[in-house]
């Protein structure tokens, strides 16, 4: 008899019978995903800002190929400035060429040891990239010439940057009176790897 009763009471509040299960059931599922939700949540707001930075390099992306190309132009352009510590008679023929130019008598030159210390870099990472490489000159001439010889190392294409440059006047054979300098410079070239 009792079953057929609570078959009964079904068939009476079927609607609150029913209402109740899933309450029960949705609560359980509450209590039981409960962190789970909240480690959904968590995910959500990350992935969000993922979004939003994905959206934000996306707008900033536009035209970066062109800046690209015009990077490595750029840096083909400097790496065409750097000169070759191993090709030692280059080296020479630019300031025999400069020599020619300005009308200075070149007496002396040499390619110093190679030393980091001529040129101020910033970082030992730099350092390891490039080296200064030091170049001692003796000339002969007026100080016109002179001065635009100094002038045409400091802007030559090569980057470069006069360490010093003295002038002393001399007797020469015939007794006259001239000039001559001394010319350190230093010329940044690629290290070898």
Excluded at 37 to 58: C, G
Aim: negative net charge.
């Amino acid at each position: 008899m009792k079953a057929f009763q609570s078959v009964n009471w079904f068939n009476r509040y079927p609607v609150a019978l029913i209402s109740l299960g899933l309450s029960v059931s949705l609560f359980a599922a509450i209590l039981w995903r409960g962190p789970m939700i909240e480690a959904q949540e968590e995910r959500l707001v990350e992935l969000e800002r993922e979004l939003r930075q994905i959206q934000i390099n996306s707008e900033r992306a536009v035209g970066l190929e062109a800046e690209i190309v015009a990077l490595e132009a750029a840096l083909a352009g400097v790496k065409a400035r750097l000169i070759d510590l191993d090709s030692v008679a280059v080296n020479y023929q630019f300031f025999l060429d400069l020599e020619r130019v300005s009308g200075v008598a070149l007496e002396g030159f040499s390619q110093d040891p190679l030393s980091p210390g001529g040129w101020k870099l910033q970082t030992d990472k730099e350092l390891s990239l490039y080296w200064a490489v030091p170049f001692v000159m003796e000339v002969v001439g007026e100080y016109s010439q002179i001065a635009r010889f100094a002038h045409l190392i400091d802007n030559s294409s090569a980057l470069t940057r006069l360490g010093y440059v003295s002038i002393d006047r001399f007797k020469d054979r015939t007794g006259e009176f001239r000039l001559r300098s001394k010319i350190v410079c230093h010329q940044l070239g690629v290290r070898d790897e």
